[in-house]
């Protein structure tokens, strides 16, 4: 176990298997996001920005297709497949589409944390501020969907320790606030814990298409090649996300590599398809209680 100035880390045990002894577990993520009024989509599809600080209308465009379309498309591909997602949610949408947000939960879907707007980071809030996104995000996603989330995974993927232990006191049991491990790990605090769940980021469409300029045949064909490179070795125990953006791979032209990279997956038996809600669940045990 590894002390922190603030906290102590728990991590599982080396020889650690998923269900059924599967090495691989597979995440898929789907971003369903709101700005606030005012604030839109920070990528700009046309490449050149436009002067100075104008608001650019084409970037907030872009960013509204989200939860106007976007999504719908995923979601339906999903569960075409029978596949249930965890689903990165700004409180905004279950305000403005509480029915979309209960038909997805009811479905199955897992319904995560995502603050109250996509533009709303932590770095750049007050105490009192977090304590209300986290407050308010979490009563909103409860009024639409009837249940009370219990995982969060902040914009950016950007928060710290006080963040984690704030979301703790909430009651949220996982956050996915976490890069620098393969596997999960229980943060304990003096006045409770929560487990992260680290985000593996390589199969992110936003970068791969905006910021690398990567075709979505390629993230087929990169998804497909790690994986069969990590089935054939099996020497680790992992999580693969895929995460897709209704605002980018939710439009149809990226939308068919998200379907491909699931029929590829549920063709697999050695796979866990699952969500954070469920390797949350699996793993807890494993933890020793303090």
């Keep these: 176990m590894k002390t922190d100035n603030a906290f102590?880390?728990?991590?599982?045990?080396?020889?650690?298997?998923?269900?059924?002894?599967?090495?691989?577990?597979?995440?898929?993520?789907?971003?369903?996001?709101?700005?606030?009024?005012?604030?839109?989509?920070?990528?700009?599809?046309m490449g050149n920005l436009l002067a100075g600080e104008a608001n650019d209308p084409n970037a907030d465009s872009y960013g509204r297709y989200n939860a106007n379309s976007g999504c719908k498309r995923l979601f339906n591909i999903?569960?075409?497949?029978?596949?249930?997602?965890?689903?990165?949610?700004?409180?905004?949408?279950?305000?403005?589409?509480?029915?979309?947000?209960?038909?997805?939960?009811?479905?199955?879907?897992?319904?995560?944390?995502?603050?109250?707007?996509?533009?709303?980071?932590?770095?750049?809030?007050?105490?009192?501020?977090?304590?209300?996104?986290?407050?308010?995000?979490?009563?909103?996603?409860?009024?639409?969907?009837?249940?009370?989330?219990?995982?969060?995974?902040?914009?950016?993927?950007?928060?710290?320790?006080?963040?984690?232990?704030?979301?703790?006191?909430?009651?949220?049991?996982?956050?996915?606030?976490?890069?620098?491990?393969?596997?999960?790990?229980?943060?304990k605090?003096?006045?409770?814990?929560?487990?992260?769940?680290?985000?593996?980021?390589?199969?992110?469409?936003?970068?791969?298409?905006m910021r690398f300029g990567r075709t979505p045949g390629q993230f087929v064909q990169m998804f497909v090649s790690t994986l069969d490179k990590l089935l054939a070795s099996r020497r680790e125990t992992l999580v693969l996300d895929v995460i897709v953006h209704g605002h980018c791979y939710g439009r149809p032209a990226g939308a068919w590599a998200f379907e491909e990279i699931i029929k590829h997956c549920v063709e697999h038996k050695e796979l866990w398809l699952t969500t954070r809600g469920q390797i949350f669940d699996y793993v807890r045990p494993m933890f020793a209680r303090g």
């Design 78 to 187: 999903a569960e075409s497949y029978g596949i249930t997602t965890s689903v990165f949610t700004s409180a905004l949408v279950a305000e403005h589409h509480p029915e979309t947000l209960k038909k997805r939960a009811d479905f199955g879907h897992e319904i995560i944390g995502h603050s109250y707007g996509q533009n709303m980071l932590f770095p750049y809030m007050n105490e009192e501020q977090a304590e209300d996104n986290i407050a308010r995000s979490t009563s909103l996603i409860e009024q639409a969907t009837g249940r009370r989330p219990t995982g969060w995974i902040s914009p950016r993927i950007t928060s710290d320790q006080t963040i984690h232990r704030r979301l703790a006191r909430h009651g949220y049991q996982w956050h996915g606030d976490a890069l620098d491990h393969d596997l999960p790990y229980l943060q």
């Design 8 to 45: 102590e880390v728990e991590h599982l045990i080396k020889d650690f298997l998923w269900p059924e002894n599967k090495r691989l577990a597979i995440n898929f993520n789907i971003a369903f996001e709101m700005w606030t009024p005012g604030n839109g989509s920070s990528v700009n599809p």
């Design 189 to 209: 605090f003096e006045d409770g814990e929560i487990m992260a769940i680290p985000v593996t980021i390589d199969f992110n469409d936003l970068p791969h298409a």
